[in-house]
């Protein structure tokens, strides 16, 4: 009991220190001058979004694909940066000091040779050793595959058969455009056309890499089963892989060029200006090389747009370029904005309302994009990721904007956001799975059968519902004033999250790393949902928060959580991003005046650097789980920001609930 006691008082000492101080006062100004630095002149929020090597290692290889003017200073400066994110085993990590992983190795490796690195430089000996040590470049994931058979390095055999007649297939058929996800979608057509084609690279200087193999990399066949699949249908689907080698030659010439015909006409419906269709780097990618394999010079206008639109994704740092898998305006603006919110003040108001403005004509109102073919009623209402994507709204951005949106009208009195959070809350409800959760841009996207085909060994074919998702619907219709009584939408999706719950009490997070985020999402949106903060599903949730929290009072996660084999919680450095999760998960599970709070907070305060701001490295957010990783750069400045107003806002009030979906 004195133990008990002594962490009380421990706990109570630690919250006046900080309050009393001014201290977190003064935190909470610097960084909300900090994020208003990066407020565009328009209003609106737009941070770096970092992927690993691969993107920027692909941006090479396409230019010598294309046997493209060498541009000498880029081609410095994206060599720094990959050189520079080679791991100390010597290969290349999907994540900043993550282990090694063969593809990006390769794809990296390949890139330094092709703009001129030696052979017998010492980085490109570890990085070859490194390969070797693993079996060798054999052991590249598909993606890399076609792109070594595009260069000559491997032949075509060493792929799955993708026949471009898949997309003249009707939507009952076993397999269907419409039963994978939108970045499966958009990125296969395109590969599809150029795996008829079959192309040769223009690769001027012929550069190979046959060095990274342990045999005749002409001499490859087929990928083995990936961890992920199931024995019995990766058989069934190797079998018909192996028919359609044998009988795709035969296929007559007249339906091959109607289904070419048929995915150009899909492609270029799509083509969605420079933001590129989908607006991802590999689809656009992939398009680039079509044309050009189709006989389109650069000059041809679909071509041309969508390789200017590639070039918009690089950064440049000093000595150093990347290439960016996308852009993240949306999210970064209406995150930044409930940061803002939540800080309040003078100058923090203003410039939330401006930002919140700048994405009202960003709702998509006309397009019925390609979820539309499972719900065809629906009318469109939702806001993409990216600058425009009218065809691939996402779901997790419409909810937080209309949150966004919801609560500076009802705070501030502000006027003009009412139709846009109608159309809103509508497409979301109507774009409901029938298992209760939501997806991110599909819906009833189920069919995981799919995920066992050769092509499919990132397992990421798929946009299923998924916990994260679900909860930040929840929250929003929650904050628009639903319940589990009131609507079927809120009650559905609280059973979902009841049965998606793991035993100890944390819950997945698919688009940010990982149970950390998944937690945070789940909580927030019980609570806005009026689930007693007693529950056990939320108790269970909090006390493994608290457990989890390192000696220095933060949190942090890795991405080795996203393996098969998880067996349990494994620590990791805390990150400023992280830590903000995890306190505004136990404050909204009413958890507000717990001891590991106002460690967490501070924490924070302690991290925060000159400017205002948080230094983070470290990769919390996620593409697709064990394959690609994302650093968004926004995150260590607004979630910080918005977890140590949350914590003032909350001590300086009676009732200690947060009142708002996030």
Not at 22 to 30: F, N, P, R, T
Not at 567 to 587: C, H, N, R, V
């Amino acid at each position: 009991m004195d133990s008990v006691n002594a962490t009380s008082r421990e706990a109570q000492e630690s919250r006046a220190r900080i309050l009393e101080s001014g201290v977190l006062e003064s935190s909470i100004a610097s960084a909300t001058q900090g994020v208003l630095g990066f407020q565009q002149s328009d209003g609106h929020w737009v941070f770096e979004l970092e992927a690993d090597c691969t993107i920027p290692a692909e941006y090479i290889l396409l230019r010598h694909y294309l046997a493209e003017p060498v541009d000498a200073v880029l081609e410095a400066k994206l060599g720094n940066y990959l050189r520079r994110v080679q791991g100390a085993h010597g290969g290349w990590p999907l994540v900043h000091d993550g282990e090694f992983d063969m593809s990006a190795s390769v794809k990296s490796y390949f890139a330094l040779k092709m703009i001129g690195d030696s052979v017998d430089a010492p980085h490109m000996v570890r990085a070859r050793e490194a390969i070797h040590a693993r079996g060798g470049a054999i052991n590249s994931n598909v993606f890399t595959r076609f792109l070594l058979a595009m260069f000559g390095v491997m032949t075509w055999r060493a792929v799955p058969v993708l026949p471009i007649e898949i997309v003249l297939l009707p939507f009952w058929s076993p397999f269907h455009l419409n039963k994978i996800s939108y970045w499966a979608r958009t990125t296969m057509v395109p590969l599809m056309v150029l795996a008829a084609l079959k192309p040769l690279a223009k690769n001027p200087k012929g550069v190979g890499i046959d060095e990274l193999f342990l045999q005749d990399p002409r001499s490859i066949g087929m990928t083995a089963k990936a961890p992920h699949q199931s024995r019995a249908w990766f058989v069934l689907f190797r079998a018909l892989d192996g028919i359609l080698r044998v009988i795709e030659p035969m296929f007559p010439k007249s339906l091959r060029q109607r289904a070419i015909d048929a995915a150009l006409a899909f492609i270029e419906e799509r083509l969605n200006g420079e933001d590129g269709m989908g607006a991802i780097y590999p689809p656009m990618a992939n398009i680039v090389m079509m044309y050009d394999a189709l006989g389109k010079d650069e000059n041809y206008p679909p071509r041309a747009v969508t390789r200017r639109g590639i070039d918009k994704l690089l950064v440049f740092n000093g000595d150093e370029a990347y290439c960016q898998p996308c852009v993240s305006p949306v999210w970064d603006t209406t995150l930044t904005a409930h940061a803002l919110l939540e800080a309040g003040g003078d100058t923090a108001m203003p410039a939330a309302k401006q930002g919140l403005d700048w994405l009202i004509p960003k709702q998509e109102l006309e397009v019925k994009g390609d979820w539309a073919v499972k719900r065809p009623d629906v009318r469109p209402g939702g806001w993409a990721f990216q600058y425009n994507n009218a065809y691939y709204p996402d779901l997790d951005d419409t909810a937080v904007v209309v949150m966004s949106m919801d609560r500076m009208r009802r705070e501030h009195g502000a006027t003009g956001y009412d139709a846009a959070i109608d159309r809103g809350r509508e497409w979301i409800e109507g774009m409901q799975s029938d298992d209760g959760g939501w997806a991110a841009f599909d819906v009833n996207n189920l069919e995981y059968y799919l995920n066992n085909i050769p092509f499919s060994d990132h397992g990421a074919l798929l946009d299923p519902p998924t916990e994260d998702v679900t909860a930040r619907c929840i929250s929003m219709l929650a904050q628009l004033g639903e319940t589990e009584t009131t609507s079927k939408h809120v009650a559905d999706g609280v059973a979902y999250l009841r049965k998606t719950q793991h035993p100890e009490g944390s819950w997945y997070g698919r688009w940010g790393m990982n149970f950390i985020y998944g937690t945070w999402s789940v909580l927030c949106a019980l609570n806005m949902a009026g689930v007693r903060h007693d529950d056990p599903m939320i108790r269970k949730a909090a006390d493994w928060l608290a457990s989890i929290q390192n000696k220095d009072g933060g949190w942090g996660e890795d991405a080795v959580s996203y393996r098969l084999d998880y067996k349990g919680w494994e620590a990791a450095p805390s990150t400023a991003s992280q830590t903000a999760w995890a306190l505004l998960a136990l404050m909204a599970a009413g958890e507000v005046d717990h001891p590991a709070v106002a460690r967490g907070v501070e924490y924070l305060i302690a991290t925060q650097n000159k400017k205002g701001l948080w230094d983070e490295q470290r990769y919390t957010a996620t593409g697709f789980p064990r394959v690609f990783y994302l650093r968004y750069h926004g995150y260590p400045k607004f979630f910080p920001l918005w977890a140590l107003a949350r914590y003032r806002n909350l001590r300086n009030t009676n009732s200690r609930v947060v009142g708002v979906g996030m």
